[in-house]
């Protein structure tokens, strides 16, 4: 029996990979203060540039808070209210592969994940980071007793801050064990213990999920 002969014809697949480059969300931003977020995103094909679309979205929100089809539109255009609203600055133009907006007098229901989606009709990227707004602390005080009789006490305070901050108390960068309550730390020890060549005592305060942190330091006598 004779087979006729077998033809496969190959079709070349050009895919339009998207990614993003770079996404700038930082992670803190002071109570009513500023911050700026961007993410810049490269397309392989771009024959696809039409078909581009990028979306913000904050929290576990399934709808953006801002959009932008970069071959319509100079910018990203607002979607609906939100509690971002009143706080979103978006310029009038936006570079070709990068979106950029400011968020001012930030308040503290701005923290949460920033997510920021580009997308063309077959595929997509997404990318996350979290902001966390910072109320610093009313008061923020050391104090630091010594005795005639070779003890030191020293009572850290942080009152205010929210988030809560981490509060350590240290002696020449060595920290010191002490008791804790809702206001902050207490420590007593002698001066032998913290040692002889130690002139000071710090209390540090630092902000989970931030490189935002605050120290205050206060020096001891030489015994």
Not at 15 to 42: H, K, N, Y
Not at 73 to 89: A, D, I, K, P
Not at 117 to 126: G, I, M, R, S
Not at 160 to 171: E, F, M, S, T
Request: aromatic content about 6%; charged content about 20%; glycine content about 8%.
């Amino acid at each position: 029996m004779h087979l006729p002969p077998l033809f496969i014809l190959w079709f070349p697949v050009i895919a339009s990979c998207v990614e993003i480059r770079d996404l700038g969300v930082p992670s803190w931003g002071l109570e009513g203060g500023e911050v700026e977020l961007s993410c810049c995103f490269s397309l392989e094909e771009k024959s696809h540039y039409p078909e581009l679309d990028v979306k913000w979205y904050h929290g576990s929100s399934p709808s953006p808070f801002l959009v932008w089809l970069p071959h319509l539109q100079e910018t990203m255009q607002v979607v609906g209210e939100t509690r971002l609203t009143s706080h979103l600055e978006v310029p009038t133009s936006q570079e070709q592969t990068c979106s950029s907006f400011r968020l001012s007098n930030l308040s503290l229901p701005l923290s949460g994940l920033f997510t920021c989606k580009v997308a063309t009709f077959t595929q997509e990227a997404v990318a996350s980071r979290r902001l966390t707004v910072v109320r610093k602390p009313r008061n923020f005080l050391l104090e630091v007793e010594e005795t005639s009789g070779g003890l030191v006490a020293a009572v850290c305070r942080a009152e205010g801050g929210l988030p809560a901050p981490r509060v350590g108390l240290a002696a020449c960068g060595r920290p010191l064990k002490a008791l804790r309550d809702r206001r902050g730390l207490e420590a007593r020890l002698s001066r032998r213990s913290i040692g002889n060549l130690c002139s000071s005592v710090a209390c540090t305060l630092a902000w989970k999920g931030t490189n935002l942190s605050a120290s205050i330091e206060r020096p001891l006598s030489q015994p």
